[in-house]
Nanobody, 115 residues
């Protein structure tokens, strides 16, 4: 059973930074593409960033240059460093992977951006 556990969310002022973490278990982490999604109230869930097994990354346009996704295979962890946060970044952030034909989600971590 794959398990994804996010942490690192919280309240931050505009322009501030947060680092989200997702710890995975029950899977071959090193061969898996890992993704971060977010969902704001009243909006659809959107993919924010992904990183594949070779370390190649991609980002949604609105976070390019501000967010960085990284992974530590030894610790089975994927991080999302978020800098210069804006009110529109406020959302629940979810870790996601597609493993052995199934889609797995964490329970999410809440990011609030407010002065």
């Amino acid at each position: 059973q794959v398990r994804l556990v996010e942490s690192g969310g919280g309240l931050v002022q505009p322009g501030g930074s947060l680092r989200l973490s997702c710890v995975a278990s029950g899977m071959n982490f090193g061969i898996s593409t890992m993704k971060w999604y977010r969902q704001a109230p009243g909006k659809e869930r959107e993919m924010v960033a992904f990183i594949n097994s070779r370390g190649a990354t991609n980002y949604t346009e609105s976070v390019k240059g501000r967010f960085t996704i990284s992974r530590n295979n030894a610790w089975m962890t994927v991080h999302l460093q978020m800098n210069d946060l804006k009110p529109e970044d406020a959302a629940v952030y979810y870790c996601n992977t597609n493993y052995r034909g199934n889609v797995w989600w964490g329970k999410g971590t809440l990011v609030t951006v407010s002065s």
